[in-house]
């Protein structure tokens, strides 16, 4: 009987800044975690990202490769940034096809929402649940699949 290749969970190849904590099992490789960045345990975060200053990462979110999160964000549980949008009717395995995603700073992103490739303007709330199919070039608060503005930020 044939045994499985087992890949374990691991954590390398990181730039890190100062203060930054990992909750483990982690999946963390290849990216820049600046200062006082937290990432949840059964959190992945691929290669060529960076997470901003302070920016929090809760369990359960995966962050694919290509994406930049700015300074003092949230993102909540169970988070999936996808930027292989399968145009093709079946994944690319070509990276230079793939999206990239931008998240500037003071963004808040709710639990279980989906994040395609798009870029996210500052001052911004992403509601749980959400998917976000555009950029976001105005603040505030958005909701829904597709994800839209429900209101200014009070």
Known sequence: MAKP???????????????VTIIEPANVYGCELKDDVFVGPFVEIQK?????????IQSHTFVCEYVHIGRDCFIGHGVMFANDLFKSGRPDPNPTHWGRTVIANNVTIGSNATILAVT???????????VVTKDITESGIYAGNPARKLRDIS
């Open 5 to 19: 290749r087992v890949l374990k969970a691991q954590i390398k190849d990181l730039i890190c800044g100062d203060n």
């Open 48 to 56: 060529n990202t960076v997470i901003g200053a302070r920016t929090k």
């Open 120 to 130: 996210i303007c500052s001052d911004v709330v992403i509601g749980a649940g959400s």
